[in-house]
């Protein structure tokens, strides 16, 4: 199994910057995929930013230009650098995974989640 742990969030103001982390750790030959996702109040769960095991980013339009996603493949860790923050990035950001285990499966994994708020 694989396990994803986050860290990182918090409280900052409006305009600030925030990065988190999320290590992978336990029974798995390699990630494909590292995904970032949130999840606001009342709000279905949105995909933040993707990034392959080369290095391909991808945003979602609200976020581009603001936010960073990046990885070290060597530590299975990915990143993300929040810049500009507005009272809207307020949710709970969760890493999420695609790794390869046992017999070259392909499967997906989520982290616990890690609160980022945003004040005005």
């Known amino acids: 199994q694989v396990q994803l742990v986050e860290s990182g969030g918090g409280l900052v103001q409006a305009g600030g910057s925030l990065t988190l982390s999320c290590a992978a750790s336990?029974?798995?030959?390699?990630?494909?995929?590292m995904h970032w996702y949130r999840q606001a109040p009342g709000k279905q769960r949105e995909l933040v930013a993707t990034i392959s095991s080369d290095g391909n980013r991808n945003y979602v339009d609200s976020v581009k230009g603001r936010f960073t996603i990046s990885r070290d493949n060597a530590k299975n860790t990915e990143y993300l650098q929040m810049n500009s923050l507005k009272p809207e990035d307020t949710a709970v950001y969760l890493c999420n995974a695609d790794a390869y285990i046992n017999g070259g499966r392909l499967r997906n994994y989520w982290g616990q989640g890690t609160q980022v708020t945003v004040s005005s």
């Open positions: 336990g029974s798995f030959s390699s990630i494909a995929l």
